[in-house]
């Protein structure tokens, strides 16, 4: 959707007065060609307003709320559900607190998963999951006139349009930050997500709850890397006959 480069200009002109293109992207890294291309098309992205927020000091979520596209953000749910929160942990993080609980926590050292260095490759289709009704894929074709199949193939390839992720929290009821949390494009912590809040709620999993969830994660990985792999042998085989 990204937001109208109106509203960006005279949002920008209250974040950073007196600030040209040139002084934006010295401080945020966006290219100037990038910048000038989106503001002449008359729609700005919302990672563009993000890095404009956080190079000015000011909160990505509130800075996005500010636009009529996502007016809600502040004033709907905002604290994600232990559900959420343990979607966002890979399954290397789950399996390392599996492993302390059995060896007591010898093996690590602590109970608590190092979530920093394992980054979640399925962390979008793994929050549209968890928030999911039943038919949110069909919810939030109807509400926004994307095909079912389009939305399918966003989670495929693990990313989803910001709107669509803020659209599918109202229609689930679930936290509108999340599915920024889920796509990258805020951080928890901007979320106001709580600091331990993953670990903590993967604690409260019971020692069946946490080998399930495992097992889930793991055909999931595994479902991914057989079709990485079948994509590689198909290509090898293309060149091939190429020659």
Known sequence: MA??????????TVVAPGASNADLCRRTGIKRSTLGQQIVRGKVSEITVVRVARAYGKNPV?????????????????LPSAAEL????????ILETILARATGGKASGTGCPDLTRHPHRNAIRS??????????????????????????????AARLAPELAVEAARIA???????LVATGLISPDEAGWPRNGQQEA???????????LARDRLDGAGKQLRKYEHD?????TLLENLG
């Open 173 to 179: 009821g679930a936290s509108l930050p999340g599915g």
């Open 86 to 93: 343990i979607s966002q942990v890979s399954y290397i993080c």
């Open 62 to 78: 509130e800075a996005l709320s500010e636009f009529e596209e996502y007016s809600d953000l502040l004033g709907g749910p905002w």
């Open 232 to 236: 590689v042998e198909n290509e090898l």
């Open 127 to 156: 929050w549209f999951e968890a928030v999911d009704p039943g038919d949110l894929r069909q919810q939030l074709s109807l509400k926004t006139g994307v095909a079912p199949q389009n939305i399918s193939a966003q989670l495929s």
């Open 202 to 212: 993967l604690a409260a999993l019971t020692d069946s709850e946490l080998l399930f």
């Open 3 to 12: 937001v109208p480069a109106r509203s960006f200009q005279s949002w920008r």
